[in-house]
Nanobody, 121 residues
Framework: QVQLVESGGGLVQAGGSLRLSCAAS????????MGWYRQAPGKQRELVAA???????NYADSVKGRFTISRDNAKNTVYLQMNSLKPEDTGVYYC???????????????WGQGTQVTVSS
């Protein structure tokens, strides 16, 4: 099993920045790709950014150029640096890890409890 614990959410004004962290513990051999998903009120959970174990990132079009995902395999931690935040970035951000090379959002994979990000206009 893998446990994921997020931190770094909060309230920020539009144009501001936040950095999310997700620390993994447990069976590290089950951790391959990692990513961040978000869910806004009344909307489905969506992929924000993902990163392979080798460090290759992938971003949703809506965050390209503003968000940066990174990971430290030695610390089993993944980060999401969010700059130029917009009100539409508001939501609960979930850390996700998969035993596979790419994230798929499989509900049977591993998820954190979520951290709230609120961007005020």
């Amino acid at each position: 099993q893998v446990q994921l614990v997020e931190s770094g959410g909060g309230l920020v004004q539009a144009g501001g920045s936040l950095r999310l962290s997700c620390a993994a513990s447990g069976s590290f051999f089950l951790i391959n790709a990692m990513g961040w998903y978000r869910q806004a009120p009344g909307k489905q959970r969506e992929l924000v950014a993902a990163i392979t174990r080798g460090g290759i990132p992938n971003y949703a079009d809506s965050v390209k150029g503003r968000f940066t995902i990174s990971r430290d395999n030695a610390k089993n931690t993944v980060y999401l640096q969010m700059n130029s935040l917009k009100p539409e970035d508001t939501g609960v951000y979930y850390c996700h890890s998969s035993p596979r090379p790419l994230v798929t959002g499989d509900p049977n994979d591993y998820w954190g409890q979520g951290t709230q990000v609120t961007v005020s206009s």
